[in-house]
């Protein structure tokens, strides 16, 4: 079986000086950290799912996993399905999790946030798009129960924390299509999808209650994607998923925007955007969630070559980051679009400019957490690592010697 073999060394010229880092850096760069820093979250991450390439004969997901870890970052995002492949139909999610080979590879890596688009055993998964049905909603509360009841207890006492969700919701709410501005969804579908969704977060929650277990955690998510749609005044079309089931989930922990229609705006609209997602979100769980509850599932700059997206996606960084979010997630480790550059690893196996852009922040930023806490004996606040992360961007951005593209270094063989 091959592997992926880490390269020499990446050259990056920061702050005038040539700092010759290892391709296995993440890994080696954490070692001499104590147990608080390394577990500390450092918000940049990204996602694995099916690309167009692949370098190696173990399963793609495992490949954008190394990757990840490569990049030192301890993020993942993955799909976990009943039916993970055509090989491969286990009857329930906790059978999927406990048994297939994927799964169980990338669940026992050192990653600490796992965030998943979650799929269903059940018969009937999509039953909530006619609306709410008692015995659906029991049965889809009953198997998000299970499978948290299942990783805390297979995984306690790991530091894990797993996010269960959903793919982009209003494309689930209101179907995909190129005229979204001409529709709304149905009031059943609207109806049925606030049952669902509050049926697992139910199952995610009581399971929580019931179950002994220390340092793991389970929550649940919602992933919007048509926000500013909402926010037309000048359109009969504003019904969302953002404001028509969101504040309606009673206790939801998180939420995840899949942000591609906020890339493009200013400061002051991206803010007015990410104001108008947390204003429909239940506070009932703020008093158990510290800090901000909205997150950046997805975004990237794919339309662009993986020259052109630095600067962007640096950008949209920090303008993410000033507003306060918990995780930023990059999408995505291999490309899957035809013609596009959605990647941090390209058809080459060559890490692009995005890739050492978060290399580098997540090296930096872990040894600034570790100065931080030798200084003052504890660990930065949310709005103080904040300030760390966006002066390392910063510095990035003004530093004329900082190299946009590397020579490629063949990450496999």
């Known amino acids: 079986m091959q592997h992926i073999r880490p390269s020499t060394h990446i050259c990056l010229l920061l702050l005038g000086t040539c700092l010759l880092l290892p391709a296995n850096w993440g890994h080696a760069a954490t070692q001499p950290f104590s147990s608080d820093v390394l577990s500390y979250n450092l918000r940049l991450g990204s996602q694995g799912f099916d690309g167009n390439y692949q370098f190696t004969t173990n399963k793609i997901n495992i490949e954008s996993a190394r990757h990840l870890l490569r990049m030192g970052s301890d993020i993942v995002k993955l799909r976990l399905h009943p039916k993970p492949d055509k090989q491969s139909t286990y009857s329930t999610l906790v059978e999927a999790a406990n048994n297939y080979p994927e799964y169980t590879r990338i669940l026992d890596m050192p990653f600490r946030h796992y965030f998943f688009w979650t799929g269903s055993a059940l018969k009937d998964g999509d039953w909530w798009k006619r609306g709410p049905h008692a015995e659906h909603e029991k049965e889809t509360y009953t198997e998000m129960y299970e499978l948290t009841k299942n990783m805390l207890t297979r995984y306690n006492n790991s530091g894990k924390k797993f996010y269960f969700g959903n793919w982009e919701g209003d494309w689930l709410l ?45 929550f649940f998510y919602v992933e919007i994607n048509r926000v500013r749609d909402a926010m037309r005044t000048q359109t009969a079309c504003t019904n969302r998923l953002v404001n028509t089931v969101l504040p309606r989930i009673k206790n939801l922990d998180y939420v995840s925007y899949s942000s591609y229609d906020a890339q493009s705006l200013n400061d002051a609209e991206f803010v007015k955007t990410m104001n108008y997602i947390e204003a429909h979100i239940c506070t009932n769980k703020n008093s158990k969630l510290s800090g901000k509850r909205l997150f950046i599932g997805e ?49 080459q196996g060559a890490d692009t400019p995005c890739f050492l852009l978060h290399a580098d922040s997540l090296v930096r930023a872990r040894r600034e957490v570790a100065h931080f806490k030798e200084k003052l004996g504890r660990l930065p606040t949310d709005h103080e690592y904040t300030a760390i992360l966006l002066n390392i961007l910063e510095q990035q951005a003004n530093n004329p010697h900082f190299q946009t593209r590397i020579p490629p270094q063949k990450t496999v063989k």
């Open 174 to 218: 209101m179907g995909t299509g190129n005229t979204p501005e001409k529709r709304n969804p149905t009031q059943e579908a609207i109806e049925g999808m606030t049952a669902w969704l509050n049926a697992r977060q139910s199952g995610v929650d009581d399971a929580t209650r019931d179950t002994p277990h220390q340092n793991v955690a389970v």
């Open 299 to 347: 975004y990237g700059f794919g339309s662009k070559t993986p020259e052109e997206q630095l600067e962007p996606t640096r950008t949209y960084m920090m303008r993410a980051l000033r507003w306060g979010v918990p995780f930023m997630l990059f999408w995505q480790v291999y490309n899957n679009e035809p013609n596009r550059h959605f990647c941090l690893v390209d058809e």
